[in-house]
């Protein structure tokens, strides 16, 4: 993404550090660890040497330092949220800050660093368990940080077969989203880099009203599939939350439930089977968030209720594109199953954009590609409900 960004149009270089299970101490210098009584707990060595401190550290990380970088991305935190107990968390909250602070001293370079929200999962729990949703809220506090930003993964998951894998499938989402909030803080790019954020609330009746930060919504709030907002829940004094019906007005949620006649508290996406649909029109999702301070909760398992749109079906399926001829010489023409394609890209054997289709028209293109060399290509399209596919052709 950020190659291809007009802005940017350079080679990016990555040094990938990527141990699977591991633990936010492993990371860490043990004297960090040991300079802080919060953090103590952490100094009590795992089974696992993934999750020993100082363990990823020593092998993995003092090697990067003579390096100079300008920005980290951090997918972390399912080890944690598993064994480090339960909300509200703080131990990592305290651990992350701490591990950025002194890998920016190591560094000697306040880099930017970018963090992702780990994804719904109910291996381990629950469907309602909120487990993963109070261990969000501990790695959004990196946010007090500065040059720091969170991205929201919640969206990212196909079907609800997904809530058993602990690697969600859709990786490119998730690097696009780090790729908006590089080119906007590090590469000084008017590209929207957030998706929509809780700011206000207000009780008008028996409903809620939420209301966004403005610079969140871009060109305004919106759903994926075009239904009403989903994982939204409503609860009174009792603490008792049920689901709500969420309602698009302009660009704030109205919700509601039958079940809660005086609300006191909404939550949205804030449980570990919690799928989402809320995003703005720039395709970057909500934020999850919970109105209430509370400690404790009872979620009442009820069928959420929804509106639906149009066809009432949300059109998960990729469609398929035929490519002739292939291999192909100067003209190239596509044929898509039907009319749902929003825009398609032509990338070369290096991930270079060549060629970007926008407003395509009807099921068939006819692309000119007499100017390619010869070589392979990518075409990758892009239907309306978010989804991706993608086909390969040669040109001769």
Known sequence: ELYNHPGVNVPIGLIQNACGQSSIQAWMKESVIQADPALSKYLVTQPNGYQTPSNIYNAMMAPVFPFSIKGCIWYQGEANCAIDGGAPFTTYAKGNAAMLADWRKDMGNDFSFYAAQIAPYTAATSFLSTRTAYFREAQNAITAMPKTGVIVTTDILGTAAELTEIHPWNKR???????????????GQNVQFT????????????????????SSL????????GMSGKT?????????????LAVLEGNEIVVSSTSVTAPVAVRYAFFDGAMTNLQNKEGIAAFPFRTDTWTSEVYVNEAEPSIPNATGVENLKVQSVTIYPNPVSNSLNLKFENDDIQCANILDFTGKVVLSINNLRSKSENVNVSNFAQGVYLLRYQQKNGIWGSSKFVKN
Do not use: N
Request: net charge positive; aromatic share 14%; glycine share 10%.
């Open 173 to 187: 989402t998730v690097g696009q989203r780090f790729a908006y909030l590089a080119l906007a803080k590090d590469y």
């Open 195 to 214: 998706g929509p954020q809780y700011v206000s609330h207000k009780i008008e009746g028996s409903k809620i009203r939420i209301s966004f930060e403005p």
């Open 218 to 225: 871009g060109t305004g709030l919106t759903t994926k599939d």
């Open 232 to 244: 939204f829940k409503i609860a009174g004094s009792d603490k008792k939350f049920y689901p709500a």
